[in-house]
């Protein structure tokens, strides 16, 4: 489908500057999924006043993107050849916008909501119904705001039903979900206490999420989960439990290890079902799936069938150290064009310049002809710079002619087994490798063969937790505040490379790691970030040059070692950052020594100061804010004077997490972010929801 310009703005109520003539295919609300530019309208989201969509305006339109969205008061007058829709609140723009396009299909649309379960039961559905239907169905768990808009774009006159999720975190939100789903079947899932963030009970959150079915045919969702007191909308039901009124009542749960025999009463017949699973989520997720099958009008042994043959689903992108040194990115629970796009997002990012490999299968229902769809999986794969792709399924082959234009080099395989047989001859090294295949090819034997063996007990870190809570940190701050993220001591336990990696790309303007070595091993990695290091020796200073680290300062023996070091190789102005103790008594200068400093730094001149910065003792404490006031008096006194005598500008810098949000007077130029990146909140009050990084997990040895 495909919309002109001018009827978008239409219908988005935009007053619009077209310059030139312009179809749009492509929504984007990221610069950096682009798949096709000439296309694309790109709209400029967020709600911070200086760190939104609207910054990456420029770098949009030096890709080729012609076609903004934009609120009203942005000056276009740098962009002579883009068209621009002016509107008030360009979220709602792309929300009337999917809600329009919505409107213009008449196939049943399944609404899913609830607070487990969604992105399974929806995967599920997908998988027990795709045999009788061309199915739309959102990417991965596009559920949000943002997320429900972008997937409703993808509805075509090809497809026969939809399936989106939808999730909610405020009051409200489900209204306008709602007006874009425009839900034909209601599916609850399982509403357990998950989350009530945002609500004041779980009772008004799940009263929220039904707002999701006012129009549907027909309500799906279990008798005994619902708490008292919730009223369900008027439109026609179709429950399950164990209450004599569901519609399909059930009498008894048998467990076994791998799967659970259900005995229910259906249209007054009795029946029983066999699932392949024995944890009481997925028996859960089970039922919804049936009885939206059941409604559906498909008959019991065909449901019967088709369940025994469901699959566990995990969402999550996995990041694993593979062998000889490799990086193994394992996305192979489905693959479509618009996971695929996410996906190899996901791969530059952790992959920062070193050498990456896609190994990829055969699109399955793509409703795209192959010749359309390949050249767009080339598009996506050459604007990455993907260095290898190894193509699997007869699809790729015969097009083959195509899909070689993919990367540097490309290889063709009519089946898993045929690479299997063959993957000896790459000889896979120090590579970013993902591998993106529809279950049926079963590209968890290739993982098996390039993971490293994996012990029992493993740390798991959630990088997408990480992003988060770097940017709801950035919320708290002025738009021109820096932040300098901690990765120091192993980035908190939870791996330095990959943890620094995200925090690049999400935009953190600076480092910091405790050992030069650790600054070793990032630029080694790829990091360009500045990257300041805490302790500095004597024996490190030729490394921490040839690598571009930036030393702490903080005393006159360092400052006279490093001096000397740096006469003797005829270096100026190298850049380091000045640490004055205030009260941690850890290491600094002290705030007396500072005439004494910057006098030498003026006369040396074989050092450039970037920063100035003191640690703060105990800024979460509130019986302690007289003393973190003091510190606070103490470090301006200081900075202030060597300001005066160095004459120049630098950064200056005390706040840590906690004092990010409990000492705003404290930002200054840069903060720096600590513990609360890993998703420890060191206060009790709130003020920043985080999520958390890192989980244990081992195995039980014996019971
Ligand atoms: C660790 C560290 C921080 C971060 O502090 P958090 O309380 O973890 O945010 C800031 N500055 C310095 C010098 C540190 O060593």
Excluded at 84 to 99: E, I, S
Aim: with cysteine; proline share 3%; hydrophobic share 45%.
């Amino acid at each position: 489908m495909s919309y002109p310009v001018e009827q978008i703005a239409n219908i988005i109520n935009a007053s619009a500057t077209l310059r030139v003539p312009a179809t749009i295919r492509y929504l984007l609300t990221d610069t950096r999924q682009i798949i096709e530019a000439e296309t694309s309208l790109f709209f400029a989201l967020g709600n911070h006043p200086v760190r939104n969509g609207h910054q990456f305006i420029a770098t949009a339109y030096k890709s080729g993107i012609k076609n903004f969205v934009v609120t009203n008061t942005f000056n276009t007058a740098n962009y002579p050849k883009a068209n621009f829709l002016k509107v008030k609140n360009t979220l709602l723009a792309l929300q009337q916008l999917a809600a329009f396009h919505r409107s213009q299909f008449n196939y049943p649309v399944i609404g899913i909501t609830g607070s487990n379960g969604k992105t399974i039961v929806k995967e599920w559905l997908y998988q027990l119904l795709q045999k009788d239907w061309n199915i739309i169905r959102s990417p991965r768990s596009y559920n949000s705001q943002i997320g429900v808009p972008l997937s409703i774009w993808h509805m075509g006159s090809q497809h026969q039903l939809g399936i989106f999720e939808a999730g909610i975190s405020l009051p409200g939100e489900m209204q306008h979900l709602q007006t874009i789903i425009v839900p034909t079947i209601g599916i609850l899932t399982s509403v357990g206490d998950a989350h009530n963030e945002g609500f004041s009970s779980l009772q008004e959150k799940i009263q929220e999420k039904l707002l999701l079915f006012q129009q549907v045919a027909c309500l799906i969702y279990c008798v005994d989960d619902l708490p008292k007191g919730i009223t369900l909308p008027e439109v026609p039901q179709f429950s399950w439990g164990n209450d004599e009124h569901a519609t399909l009542q059930i009498q008894q749960f048998t467990y076994h290890t791998k799967k659970t025999e259900i005995r229910f009463v259906y249209n007054r017949n009795e029946g029983t079902l066999v699932v392949p699973f024995s944890d009481k989520a997925s028996v859960h997720n089970v039922l919804t799936c049936l009885c939206s099958l059941l409604y559906l009008k498909l008959a019991i042994p065909v449901i019967q069938e088709r369940i025994l043959q469901l699959h566990p689903i995990d969402m999550r992108m996995q990041l694993k150290k593979g062998i000889q040194d490799c990086t193994i990115i394992n996305d192979s629970y489905s693959n479509d064009i618009d996971s695929l796009a996410i996906a190899l997002d996901y791969l530059q990012q952790q992959a920062a310049g070193s050498k990456t490999t896609v190994i990829l299968s055969d699109f399955l229902e793509s409703g795209l002809p192959a010749e359309n769809l390949y050249h767009k999986v080339v598009h996506l794969l050459r604007q990455k710079n993907i260095n290898r792709c190894i193509a699997i399924g007869a699809n790729s082959m015969s097009n083959k002619a195509i899909l070689k234009q993919a990367a540097e080099e490309t290889y063709f395989f009519i089946d898993t087994a045929q690479f299997l047989n063959e993957w000896f001859r790459f000889s896979f090294q120090s590579e970013f490798i993902l591998l993106k295949g529809a279950r049926k090819y079963a590209f968890e034997q290739i993982a098996a063969l390039l993971e490293q063996q994996v012990h029992e007990t493993i740390l798991e870190v959630n990088l997408s937790a990480l992003a988060h809570n770097l940017r709801a940190y950035q919320q708290l701050l002025n738009p021109t505040t820096k932040t300098m993220a901690m990765v120091k001591a192993f980035g908190y336990g939870s791996g330095s490379v990959e943890v620094a990696k995200v925090l690049q790309f999400y935009g953190t303007d600076y480092l910091a790691v405790a050992y030069i070595d650790e600054g070793v091993t990032l630029r080694k990695a790829g990091i360009a970030l500045p990257i300041m290091v805490m302790n500095v020796e004597e024996n490190g200073f030729n490394a921490l040059i040839e690598h571009s680290l930036e030393p702490e300062i903080f005393s006159f023996q360092l400052y006279h070692r490093f001096h000397r070091f740096l006469l003797e190789q005829g270096i100026e102005k190298f850049p380091v950052h000045i640490k004055v103790d205030t009260g941690m008594h850890r290491l600094g200068f002290e705030v007396s020594e500072a005439v004494q400093l910057a006098q030498q730094l003026v006369s040396n001149n074989t050092m450039w100061v970037k920063s100035v910065f003191s640690h703060l003792a105990s800024a979460e404490n509130p019986a302690q804010d007289f003393f973190t006031q003091a510190q606070h008096l103490q470090f301006l006194n200081f900075s202030d004077t060597l300001q005066n005598i160095l004459n120049y500008k630098f950064i200056r810098h005390i706040a840590n997490s906690a004092a990010i949000v409990r000492h705003s007077a404290m930002h200054h130029e840069m903060v720096r972010l600590g513990i609360g990146l890993y998703g420890v909140n060191s206060l009790n009050e709130q003020g920043v929801t985080l999520q958390t990084v890192a989980a244990l997990k081992t195995t039980i040895a014996q019971i």
